[in-house]
């Protein structure tokens, strides 16, 4: 029986034995008095014990919270074991992210009510839905440490990054109900109509690229995060595709006139950024865990198998959820993702004289001291290993000088430009295209023009020399020469 109980029964047990002594007119006997008085100041000595004991666990339980992680061993025997929860400090080493919880999901200290009758209601921290949504099969997670993870506002501003304390902020962001946002960011088991339509493309190197287009709601959603958010993610100054201001000429201009070229390329760079990945991102940038797993699920999918099952069709997943090709918000993750990894191999450049770009999974290096090829072929594998990513050695080139080196299409031997081969052909439709247009055929014609301005612009944004002598006009130059 708890102590205060205990208290209260012997102070009710005394004085009930001192009025039937009383009530049969005889005086207690001292050998009753002397024990009921020992009694109750050894009752009154475990109380206050038991108040000190209580307040001291109350400032240990202050300073740092325990989490009860018991669980069952192989053997079928209970192992028990504390956690001990931080609630201060940095979330990793040399970060600026703070640990900051959230103490509703934090464990309750006892509450020194509990032996109060009839007990007191239970105090609820989360409303129902909010338990299903943290709780479900969407944010469940393995770890711990971060399902109670806070939003972190320092870091976030120090990222220029939307300030999203809760789900509700990021649907009133991107205009929609909480239940919409719950709708596209829901990770089910069986999906009867998915949000994404997959198709297959073959490639120039010899199989298929599965390509996952959102559908048009989706589509609005995740530009318009895009633009809020994604964009504005770090990235490094290395990373040349989908920046904006950047190009495949920005990246080759690196690169010109190098005695040697070396190019890499990562093996499936977009499927081994998964939804745990993307989570990881947005928590270290400030967000706290619930928001940082609605928006990853948001921007990822998991690749589906269609199965005829109780007389319908569902689109099971047959894999985990990772940023597709297709969708808007993919390229900018994967330029955040690879920012250590842009650093580590720059540095790495640095130190070995050489020259370093990325185009989306493309990595180039170029330098005059050819005797350091080797060592490069040795430790950029390594280190882009070591980021949690892979190397297809089989699209590995080694480029000197005395050999087209190319770069993304671009060749860059002495000047940047298309090879001579490409300005043949491109020659080649130009005249055909002057010399034996079908009048008759005027659409198929005008089509045919446009797509040839555009090569020439293309031309013209890498080399303008080269343009001017296919004989490219500006669309000023074009516009004179159709008036009359």
């Not at 205009?175 to 990770?187: A, C, D, K």
């Not at 072929?377 to 000197?400: D, H």
């Amino acid at each position: 029986m708890p102590m205060p109980r205990l208290f209260y029964v012997t102070i009710i047990v005394f004085f009930l034995g001192f009025a039937v002594a009383v009530g049969r007119s005889q005086a207690p006997t001292p050998l009753l008095i002397s024990l009921s008085t020992v009694f109750l100041v050894l009752l009154i000595m475990g109380a206050l014990v038991q108040w000190i004991g209580r307040w001291r666990a109350a400032r240990k339980w202050a300073k740092a919270p325990q989490r009860d992680v018991s669980g069952l061993a192989g053997s079928g025997e209970a192992t028990f074991k504390h956690e001990i929860i931080r609630t201060g400090g940095l979330l990793k080493p040399q970060h600026r992210r703070l640990v900051l919880r959230d103490n509703r999901l934090l464990p309750k200290p006892p509450d020194p009510n509990r032996n109060r009758w009839p007990p007191p209601e239970k105090i609820k921290y989360l409303t129902e839905h909010e338990a299903d949504r943290l709780f479900g099969p969407s944010l469940r997670t393995r770890d711990r440490d971060v399902m109670d993870l806070a939003v972190d506002e320092a870091q976030l501003e120090r990222y220029g990054l939307p300030k999203w304390q809760t789900e509700e902020d990021v649907a009133a962001a991107l205009s929609l109900t909480p239940g919409q946002l719950r709708h596209f960011s829901q990770h089910r088991l069986r999906e009867t109509v998915p949000h994404y339509v997959t198709f297959a493309i073959p490639k120039r190197s010899g199989g298929e690229r599965l390509i996952h287009a959102p559908k048009r709601r989706l589509k609005d959603v995740l530009r318009k995060l895009d633009r809020l958010l994604v964009r504005k993610l770090p990235k490094s100054e290395h990373a040349h595709g989908f920046v904006r201001g950047r190009s495949i000429a920005s990246n080759a201009a690196m690169h010109v006139g190098k005695a040697v070229v070396l190019r890499f390329d990562i093996k499936d760079c977009f499927p081994t950024i998964h939804y745990g990945r993307v989570r990881g991102l947005l928590i270290a940038l400030g967000y706290s865990y619930p928001v940082a797993a609605a928006l990853a699920v948001l921007m990822t999918e998991a690749p589906r198998q269609p199965v005829a099952a109780e007389g319908k069709l569902y689109h099971v997943p047959t894999g985990p959820r990772v940023c597709v090709q297709g969708a808007p918000t993919s390229p900018g993750l994967c330029n955040a993702i690879l920012l250590r990894l842009d650093r580590r191999l720059t540095g790495l450049a640095r130190k070995h004289g050489f020259a370093y770009t990325r185009y989306a999974d493309d990595l180039s290096f170029s330098g005059n001291d050819t005797t350091k090829i080797a060592k490069l072929l040795k430790l950029v594998p390594a280190i882009v290993a070591a980021e949690g990513f892979s190397v297809n050695a089989q699209k590995t080139r080694i480029m000197r000088a005395g050999q087209r080196q190319s770069i993304t299409g671009v060749v860059v031997n002495k000047t940047m430009g298309l090879s001579r081969q490409e300005r043949r052909k491109l020659r080649a439709a130009l005249h055909r295209h002057r010399t034996q247009a079908d009048a008759a055929d005027a659409v198929a014609a005008a089509g045919e023009r446009l797509r040839l301005n555009g090569r020439l612009a293309y031309l013209f944004m890498l080399n303008k020399a080269q343009a001017l002598a296919l004989g490219w006009r500006s669309r000023s130059e074009q516009a004179q020469e159709q008036r009359p």
